[in-house]
């Protein structure tokens, strides 16, 4: 007899009880069994959690039920006269109001000019921001000279420029694609110079000891490694220009989503700001949503963690 056995014979019945623990509060089944030695014990079979979704809920069902529950609260609130129209106009208004803007083509109009607007701004700006980042990542001579005074303007607030640039030149569109730009150049540069510079030395080490050229090392080893960076100062920079777009068209526009709402604000139109706004929201999301597409077919080479 080995020990186990003597032991498992003197224990007292009530010692067995306690061990057993409180009843289970998940549901599974539970058999008793006589082990190889000879002594009666519990073996759990299979094991249900009482948590678990026997019908899951589709993830795009759970993220429209909090917008879907604002306009519902939104519309009662309004339709009972606790949300007057002068403060706010309902959602049944606004639809009605952008459905109008849409058909005569004043919407379509305005949403024309203001792409422009953003994709001429993004390239002169994506340009000088990259262009910078490139001699001041590559080059110690080059974030010398650049860095610096890069640092400097930025920490200047860009929208705080628009009266120079005004001055400088003038009111027409020449300002507004300056703005635009101002705000994108500084996010490209940061991120690009934070990828460039964030590369594994191990890596460029190994390049260097395959024989790579200058050329070859910033092509095959440099330039992929800051592509994430670059990535994320593009969105950055989308959403500063969506945002540079509206301080723009606020000074001096004649057309354009801006020059609509300076119109709605005059005659207290609630219902054409909030279209206007929900049209900027809607272009903010269709760009990020270009932008994180194509970050996928870019960095298919990177597995990263995805979420749980």
Same mark, same amino acid.
């Given at each position: 007899?080995?020990?186990?056995?003597?032991?498992?014979? *003197?224990?007292? #019945?009530?010692?067995?009880? *306690?061990?057993?623990?409180?009843?289970?509060?998940?549901?599974?089944?539970?058999?008793?069994?006589?082990?190889?030695?000879?002594?009666?014990?519990?073996? %759990?079979?299979?094991?249900?959690?009482v948590?678990r979704?026997?019908?899951?809920?589709?993830r795009? @069902?759970?993220?429209?039920?909090?917008?879907l529950?604002? %306009? #519902?609260l939104?519309?009662?609130?309004?339709?009972s006269?606790?949300?007057?129209?002068?403060?706010?106009?309902?959602?049944?208004?606004?639809a009605?109001?952008?459905?109008?803007?849409?058909?005569?083509?004043?919407?379509?109009?305005?949403?024309?000019?203001?792409? !422009?607007?953003?994709?001429?701004?993004?390239?002169?700006?994506?340009?000088?921001?990259?262009?910078?980042?490139?001699?001041?990542? %590559?080059?110690?001579?080059?974030?010398?000279? #650049?860095?610096?005074?890069?640092?400097?303007?930025r920490?200047?607030?860009?929208?705080g420029?628009?009266?120079?640039?005004?001055?400088?030149?003038?009111?027409?569109e020449?300002?507004k @694609?300056a703005?635009?730009?101002?705000?994108?150049?500084?996010?490209?540069y940061?991120?690009?110079?934070?990828?460039? =510079?964030?590369?594994?030395?191990?890596?460029?080490?190994?390049? !260097?000891?395959?024989?790579?050229?200058r050329?070859?090392?910033?092509?095959?080893?440099?330039?992929?490694g800051?592509?994430?960076?670059?990535?994320?100062?593009?969105?950055y920079?989308?959403?500063?220009?969506?945002?540079?777009?509206?301080?723009?068209?606020?000074?001096?526009?004649d057309?354009?989503?801006?020059?609509?709402?300076?119109?709605? =604000?005059?005659f207290?139109?609630?219902?054409?700001?909030?279209?206007?706004? @929900?049209?900027?929201?809607?272009l903010?999301?269709?760009?990020?949503?270009?932008?994180r597409?194509l970050?996928?077919?870019l960095? !298919?080479?990177?597995?990263?963690?995805?979420?749980?």
């Amino acid at each position: 007899m080995t020990l186990d056995q003597a032991v498992a014979r *003197e224990a007292p #019945v009530e010692t067995a009880a *306690e061990t057993a623990g409180p009843p289970s509060v998940v549901k599974g089944e539970e058999r008793e069994v006589k082990a190889a030695s000879g002594v009666e014990g519990l073996e %759990l079979v299979h094991v249900d959690p009482v948590s678990r979704r026997r019908w899951p809920v589709p993830r795009w @069902v759970r993220r429209t039920v909090g917008p879907l529950a604002l %306009l #519902v609260l939104w519309q009662v609130l309004s339709a009972s006269g606790v949300l007057e129209a002068g403060i706010l106009a309902s959602p049944g208004t606004i639809a009605a109001t952008a459905g109008d803007l849409v058909s005569d083509g004043t919407l379509p109009s305005a949403m024309l000019v203001s792409l !422009q607007r953003v994709a001429v701004g993004l390239l002169l700006g994506g340009v000088i921001g990259v262009a910078l980042a490139l001699v001041s990542g %590559l080059s110690r001579l080059g974030e010398d000279l #650049v860095d610096a005074t890069v640092q400097m303007l930025r920490s200047v607030p860009w929208v705080g420029v628009i009266p120079l640039f005004i001055i400088w030149l003038g009111i027409g569109e020449a300002p507004k @694609v300056a703005l635009i730009s101002l705000g994108v150049a500084f996010h490209l540069y940061l991120n690009v110079y934070a990828g460039i =510079r964030g590369v594994d030395a191990q890596l460029v080490e190994a390049g !260097q000891s395959l024989g790579l050229s200058r050329w070859g090392l910033i092509r095959h080893v440099v330039l992929p490694g800051a592509l994430p960076g670059a990535m994320t100062g593009l969105r950055y920079s989308l959403a500063t220009a969506w945002l540079a777009l509206v301080f723009g068209e606020q000074v001096n526009a004649d057309d354009g989503l801006g020059f609509l709402m300076n119109q709605a =604000r005059e005659f207290f139109r609630t219902d054409v700001i909030v279209v206007c706004l @929900v049209v900027y929201a809607i272009l903010g999301l269709l760009a990020d949503f270009l932008v994180r597409t194509l970050e996928r077919l870019l960095l !298919q080479w990177r597995p990263t963690f995805t979420g749980q």
